[in-house]
């Protein structure tokens, strides 16, 4: 039941120290759609091997809601437990919240020294000034990581889900609150704008701990960097997106990007 | 869930929507809540509404509801219409209704009153109650001017609905 996508970096990312095990990041609010301003959610964020499973609270330093407006919106109040961390959040506009752990790009490098492979924070400058001597196959990545999920109160809008033109994103042909069990969806994967191959997708459901298959759909998007999918049953569901290129730039040579994307499938 | 079981009944059956039939037969919408005796009762939120063959709601029958936090519990009226129409849903609006048979009509009209063409539509009538269940039930019919007689079997939360209409004269 162990995922294949790792996201490890993911957890450095987020603040964390690095971690050996890989455990994927989620953020869950308590409801995704909500029928009056003024109501409140509350976020559970951390890090799980199985889908929604908690395992490990997370820091909420690098959590942050977008209002509908794309004002920087509130945490009202926050606690980071031993499975799971959790954040109030006020909905005073109408429309649609992202809510988002994560976003910044970090640099990392890593060596190998006596045959060993070592690694160190940092873009290739910085890492230039602490390499050891002696350090070969030096690789220095830029990555970033991001847990997101979206929350509209009454009428959905789309100002949060605009998209930048810059790293790893997604365009659903439906808004997120519009995804509906047992009907498709096709999400569209872009970087820094148009529709990329190659993004691996792992689409997944909650309630894997009481089931034998967990039932994950895997998918490598081809030139149209499309994905096609239908939720069977009503619920709460998980896309993880990774990606990896070459990248020519003073700071890195490689850049990975990845992202989870929790959202529900509502009833027909 | 909805039900897609249907009963084509003698025409006979279609003479409450006769009666009313001048220039057009409106659809006869009857239906009942049940008495539910299990657990704590509150009122079901209900909401009965017409759909085009594309799904797309074409005219809001009636709402009962109470306050604006459980809106969202009817699911699908939630999404199709509540959502981004809250005058339409003010206008619409009732009080809650317990248990008892009860009757709407459709006059064949869209939101704003004017006469829908003729073609497949829908009937959807979705129930949700707190600390209940959820219940949705969907009925296609022809409206086309002929006669409509459609028995639906009761769910949990909505129980038997009749749907008729008489021919036009």
Excluded: C
């Amino acid at each position: 039941m162990m995922k294949t996508t790792t996201l490890v970096l993911g957890m450095m990312l987020a603040g964390l120290t690095l971690s050996v095990q890989a455990h994927t990041l989620t953020v869950v609010p308590s409801h995704y759609v909500q029928s009056k301003t003024g109501s409140f959610i509350s976020v559970d964020v951390s890090a799980s091997n199985m889908t929604f499973q908690a395992d490990k609270g997370i820091d909420l330093k690098a959590f942050h809601v977008v209002n509908p407006d794309n004002t920087a919106g509130k945490v009202l109040s926050s606690y980071q437990g031993k499975r799971k961390s959790q954040a109030d959040v006020e909905l005073k506009q109408e429309g649609t919240y992202r809510l988002e752990l994560g976003g910044m790009p970090r640099f990392f490098t890593s060596y190998e020294l006596d045959g060993k492979r070592e690694r160190l924070m940092g873009n290739k400058q910085e890492a230039a000034a602490k390499l050891p001597k002696g350090a070969t196959n030096v690789v220095t990545t830029q990555g970033r990581n991001r847990a997101m999920a979206f929350v509209t109160v009454k009428k959905p809008s789309d100002q949060v889900l605009a998209v930048t033109g810059k790293g790893l994103e997604f365009s659903f042909d439906k808004h997120p609150a519009d995804i509906v069990a047992t009907e498709p969806v096709t999400v569209t994967m872009l970087f820094d704008g148009k529709p990329v191959a190659g993004v691996e997708l792992h689409l997944s459901f909650d309630g894997e701990l009481y089931r034998n298959e967990p039932g994950r759909i895997e998918h490598k998007t081809d030139a149209s960097g499309q994905f096609t999918f239908t939720p069977a049953t009503p619920g709460r569901y998980l896309l993880e997106g990774s990606f990896m290129t070459d990248v020519a730039s003073a700071q890195a040579d490689k850049l990975r990007e990845g992202f989870t994307l929790s959202f529900e499938a509502a009833l027909p | 869930m909805a039900v897609k079981t249907w009963l084509l009944l003698p025409l006979s059956l279609g003479l409450l929507g006769a009666a009313h039939a001048a220039p057009t037969a409106p659809l006869q919408i009857e239906f009942e809540l049940p008495t539910i005796t299990q657990g704590q009762y509150h009122r079901p939120y209900v909401a009965v509404w017409i759909e085009d063959a594309q799904e797309k709601p074409v005219r809001l029958i009636e709402v009962w509801r109470e306050k604006p936090d459980w809106d969202k519990d009817l699911r699908r009226f939630w999404r199709k219409t509540a959502r981004a129409d809250q005058p339409l849903v003010d206008a619409r609006t009732g009080a809650t209704k317990g248990p008892g048979r009860y009757r709407l009509q459709w006059q064949g009209d869209d939101d704003a009153g004017k006469a829908v063409p003729a073609g497949k539509y829908q009937l959807v009538i979705e129930a949700a109650r707190e600390h209940g269940g959820r219940n949705m039930v969907k009925q296609a019919f022809d409206w086309d001017g002929s006669a409509i007689a459609l028995d639906i079997k009761a769910g949990s939360e909505i129980g038997k609905v009749h749907l008729s209409r008489g021919a036009k004269s």
